[in-house]
Nanobody, 125 residues
Framework: QVQLVESGGGLVQAGGSLRLSCAAS????????MGWFRQAPGKEREFVAS????????YYADSVKGRFTISRDNAKNTVYLQMNSLKPDDTGVYYC??????????????????WGQGTQVTVSS
C-alpha cells in the first residue's frame, strides 16, 4: 500500500509559478516511478510528467515541456512538480500517482496503481 498526499496548489496569475509536492508513505519510495496528471473541468484526466525510480529519466507532455520540471527526493519520500510560466490552460486538479509495478516513467494512467486526492491549481488571465 502507498499513501500519497499532494500540496502546493493555489491561485496564481498567468506567467506565475507554483511548486507542487507529493509526499508518499508505505512502500519503499525509491523502488517505483511517479507521475503527475491533471484534470480540467469537463475534460478527461491527462498526463503531465513522469519520473523514474531514481530520477534519472523523466518525460513530459508536449504542452508543459520547457515550463514544468518534475523531480524527486527519495530521502524525503517526496516528488515535486515545479510549474513556471503558467497559463490559464494549466488550470485543473493535479494528481500525483505511484507506479509500484514499474521503475520507469509512463504516460498511461492505467500504469499507476495509487493516486493522491488531488490539489487545485487555478491560473487567472
Amino acid at each position: 500500500q502507498v499513501q500519497l498526499v499532494e500540496s502546493g496548489g493555489g491561485l496564481v496569475q498567468a506567467g506565475g509559478s507554483l511548486r507542487l509536492s507529493c509526499a508518499a508513505s508505505g512502500r519503499t519510495f525509491s523502488s517505483y516511478a511517479m507521475g503527475w496528471f491533471r484534470q480540467a473541468p469537463g475534460k478527461e484526466r491527462e498526463f503531465v510528467a513522469s519520473i523514474s525510480w531514481n530520477g534519472g529519466s523523466t518525460y513530459y507532455a508536449d504542452s508543459v515541456k520547457g515550463r514544468f520540471t518534475i523531480s524527486r527526493d527519495n530521502a524525503k519520500n517526496t516528488v515535486y512538480l515545479q510549474m513556471n510560466s503558467l497559463k490559464p490552460d494549466d488550470t485543473g486538479v493535479y494528481y500525483c500517482a505511484a507506479r509500484t509495478k514499474g521503475t520507469d516513467w509512463s504516460t498511461f494512467p492505467y500504469d499507476y496503481n495509487y493516486w493522491g486526492q488531488g490539489t487545485q491549481v487555478t491560473v487567472s488571465s
